[in-house]
């Protein structure tokens, strides 16, 4: 068996880098919305995490807002990455949201 510890790992490219990112909240209140945006730049480094935050779009006749960090990196076979996310919006128009997702790649 071939192992690799991910310690020992050389990270020649630790250039800051972002990641887009969109997924519909749940659905409460008989609507949903969309949250949106691009992360907060971070280096490549193991274990690094991005910041987010935004604005919902508006449905139902309001907007949310929204914030928090993602996890760490995901690492997929063909050397890039994404990160998971999830929250919950602000209590706007008598309710919340939650809502979870993956960053694009990169």
Do not use: C
Request: no cysteine; net charge negative; hydrophobic share 20%.
């Amino acid at each position: 068996m071939h192992k690799h510890n991910i310690e020992e790992v050389e990270w020649t490219d630790r250039a800051p880098h972002t990641h887009h990112y969109s997924t519909r909240t749940t659905v409460d209140f008989g609507h949903s919305h969309t949250v949106q945006g691009m992360t907060s730049p971070a280096e490549n480094t193991i274990g690094h995490v991005h910041s987010y935050q935004g604005t919902t779009t508006f449905e139902n006749g309001h907007v949310h807002h929204f914030s928090g960090h993602t996890g760490p990196p995901v690492h997929l076979a063909n050397g890039t990455h994404y990160h998971e996310f999830s929250g919950t919006t602000t209590f706007d128009d008598g309710h919340t949201h939650h809502y979870s997702g993956k960053t694009s790649a990169g």
